[in-house]
């Protein structure tokens, strides 16, 4: 192979580089982040098991969607026995009122942009 | 005791700002209503329900009061209909047209000098055989089984504005703009909607389902519309209907449009 020495070392400078993000973080301690989100201090206990709202609360947003507006059924039935009214500005967002610190936090970790609120408003949006 | 005009001040200045102050200390510690309390939300226990919901309009209580916005300042509240103050953008649920547009067919050259220039509330009709519903490829509009009400999903309009052109009434408006900035107060138990999406009146759908008669007939001050089933003999509309010549708005298109004019 010619010119082995420079073809070896600028591979490995390309390999620093392009692996830069993942050493930056572990070097900042980043590498085991995980968002921190404020949960509300007045209730115990999410309309579900906290494991299945966590991964799949959109569904259950998507089908509360659904079944308000198309169906006319605004009466949820936990699975614990309790009953909420399917709403996401006056179920979800009245005991978690602080969108930044809870929503966000995740989604903007995750990259994800939800086009909820564009509609549906957050408490914060009210004080003038 | 003797009081000088120094004094005399300082006492004056000392009560004034006890007397401003009482209500503030109240305010703080909680101990007076002077904050409003929260009204608390209408349950969903008692919905109103109907087989054929339909509204009557009396044309000669609504004209007597001349200038009145009632019912649209109320309607446009509930519901965060923005104000983008130019028609070119206009958005509107319910709204006052000249007798002789509202009523094309109606008019004539020696109409009642009363009615040809009245201002006519109109607003989506709920037709029976709606046009609108017939045109949207997404079903983002559709007529409600159970009461006729026709709906909108928001979350499923693609603003292809099919529908728009369809309304013969122009009960639709179009999202232009992003219609946030330009809403008054925003009333945060209903949603707003986002740019390219078609609006317009709902019946109510949100108030029945507490309980809760539309917002523009509650808001009537002169009792003019009223509201009720019409499948239902004993209905106050059907009453209505019953005992008074009504007319609706081009009803020779076979819309057979549910909105019942007195005039």
Redesign the interface.
Known sequence: MYDAGKIIIGLIVFLIIITFPVWYNVAMGNATYFPQLEYPADAEQCVADSAYIRASHMDLLNTW?DQV??Q?I??YHAPDGREF?M?L??TCMKCHNNKEEFCDKCHNYLAVDP?CW????E?K??VP | MKIDRRKFIKFTGLTTVGLAGTPIVRALTGEDSLLTPAKPAPSLDNPLTAKRWAMVIDLRKCISKEGCTACIDACHLTHNVPDFGNPKDEVKWIWKESFEHAFQEQEHEYIDEKLKNAPTLVFCNHCDNPPCVRVCPTQATWKREKDGVVMMDWHRCIGCRYCVVACPYGSRSFNWRNPRPFIKKLQPDFPTRSRGVVEKCTFCEERLARGLMPACVEACPEKALVFGDLENPESEVRELLKNNYTIRRKPALGTQPEIYYII
């Open positions: 969607r507006v198309r006319g605004r009466i009214e709403s500005s006056n086009y564009d509609c549906h408003i408490p949006e009210l």
